[in-house]
Structures are given as C-alpha cells and as structure tokens.
C-alpha cells in the first residue's frame, strides 16, 4: 500500500503579488487568486448534476476512493482546511491527517534528513514536503510515497495508477520518479507549450515529433519519490520541474546544469535540439544527489494545474462542466 501526500501550501500576500505581476508581464495573464487557492471553488458535472466544491477535494475524493492508496497526509493551511473539509473528510474511513504548513520541522526530522534550515525553510515546497512525509505511513519503513499537487482537478484515479504500476518497476533504483506525459499538439488547451524531448527512455509512445524527432511533454502534479534516498535540501527545486516551460525556471536550470559540469545543455535544447529524457535524468539526478525517472504516459489531462489566472479558472471550468476525463 502507498501513502499519498497532498501539497496545499500558500504564500504569503507578498509573494501572491509578486507572482501576480510576473505572470502580468511575461504572459499577460490577469491573475485572480487572492485568497487561498486550494479552497477556490469551482463548479463540475457529476451525474448529470452540477457540484460546486474547493479545488482540492477533486483530488483529495480520488485518493479516497483510490485502493492503492493506504493513507493520505495534507500539507497546508490546517485551520482553514479543517473548516472546509473536517466533515467531508470524517466519511471516509482511510486516514487522512493535516499537518500545519507554519509548524516547525521537528528536530528528528531534520537530523535524519540531513537538512540544512537555510536552505530548507519550515513553509516552504521541500519544508512542507518532508513534515508530510515524516506524518505518513511511508516514513518508518523508508518507503517511497506518492506526492500530489492540489490543483490539478482534472487528473484521474486511472492515470495515477498507471503511473503508480510503473514507478513500482523503478522504485529500487530511482529516488524520484515523475510522469512526462507526451502532448499531440503545439500548445495544450490551456494554452501552454510543452519542453521538447529526444525520447530515448526504455518505454516508447507514438505520438507526433517535431522536424528534430523530439515528442512534446508536460510534467503533471503527481511525484513518486523517497526522501531517503535524495539530498532533501534541494526538493524546492524538485517541485519547480512542473513549471519547466517557465522561461526563467529553464534559465535557472540551465544555469545549474553548467555548475554541474553541463555546459552546452542550452545549446542542446535551443540550437541543436536534440536534449533527451535520459539526458534530463542524468543531469537531474546529479543535482539531487539521487537517481530521477521520467516515465513517458499519455493523459494531457493530469497536466492541467490552476496556478490562478483568469484564463485557467474559465478553461478548468468549461472541462469540469462537461465532465472531460482522460
């Protein structure tokens, strides 16, 4: 059985509005999100009926209702999640804890991981990260869990355990393992373009390929990974792999690459074109002090997050009312 972490973290006002303005000025998005987004409702089709519920119970319901899943650990904002979803959670019989996105990291857990506290702050991604972790069934046995952003609504229990089938096959030898999900076309309909790949990993999709014979791929919000077995300090920038195509994430990752001993990893991707999955692993490996899996899927669907702009909420919701799946 697996445990599943469920990352609902927040940001201060301070970072919202910063975040806001870059989403302005690189994308012209307006960004709507001012409150807490994992709480954002939003309307679906159900049945023939209409539901309106906070973004993250689409997830946390399929973890329930999920039989692989053993028990499930939310990071986030406690008091505000308790008060939306303490009685929806009580229906079920599966564990479900909360832990305080503002509590400290206990001091056993930052001994074992190793974790430098600078680097690792209590509310950040990687601090949320592990006191999930630590809270979880996984943690004792040293066993890897599944980690699940909240705001992907439209990925299914049928995705999830297609990728949780085949990461089991990797667990041995990979710390952290994510689904690249292959795109058919140019821009997703979100609007949003994918990293292009040489696919030279044992599992292959058809699929259309660039003039390069590179596939298209977008990460999605799901992770399967062992904090055990990967340098935890640097798990901020684990989760940042999702926004990938962010033109200033890439920038930062090339920089990173050219520290590690990659230093025509830009030339690769943007002139020769011919940057592989297995290149990305190598490379991403090297930085997390821990072996990283890309596992090509189909299901364009799992890849569709709300960050908060206007133009997402609107999409998002056009695909809950017509109840798409993948």
Known sequence: ???????????????????????????GEKFIESGYKPLRDFNSTHKGKTE????????????F?????????IAGHQMLLEQRLGSFINQYEKTCRIVNQ???????????????????????????????????????????????????PLTTNRFINRFLETAQQYQNEAAIIFPAVIMDQLKDRL?????????DSPIQLKGEKDKYGRHGFRLSALMYANPHLFDVNTGNTAYSLRKL????????????????????????????????????????????????????????????????TDSEYRMISKMLKSNATD
């Not at 059985?1 to 994308?27: C, F, P, Q, T």
């Not at 980690?147 to 992907?152: C, I, M």
Request: charged share 25%.
């Open 1 to 27: 059985m697996i445990s599943a972490i469920l990352m609902a973290g927040y940001n201060n006002k301070r970072e919202v509005k910063r975040y806001s303005r870059i989403v302005a000025e690189h994308y």
């Open 52 to 63: 309106r519920k906070p973004l993250i119970q689409f997830t946390l319901e399929k973890l």
């Open 65 to 73: 209702e999920n039989e692989l899943i053993d028990d499930i650990v």
């Open 102 to 152: 503002n509590m400290p990291i206990p001091n056993e857990v930052i001994g074992r991981f190793n974790i430098n506290t600078r680097k690792v702050k209590h509310n950040s991604i990687a601090g949320n990260l592990i006191k999930a972790y630590a809270a979880s069934n996984a943690f004792a046995p040293k066993k890897h869990a599944l980690f699940v952003a909240s705001d992907s």
């Open 191 to 199: 609007g949003r373009l994918p990293l292009w790949l040489r696919n």
């Open 245 to 308: 195509i962010n033109p200033n994430v890439q920038i930062k990752l090339f920089k990173i690459t050219r520290g590690l001993g990659y230093p025509n990893v830009y030339s690769k991707y943007f002139l020769r074109k011919d940057l592989s999955i297995c290149e990305v692993e190598n490379i991403t490996s090297e930085h997390f002090n821990g072996r990283l899996r890309l596992i090509p899927l189909r299901g364009e669907q799992a890849t569709y997050d709300y960050d908060g």
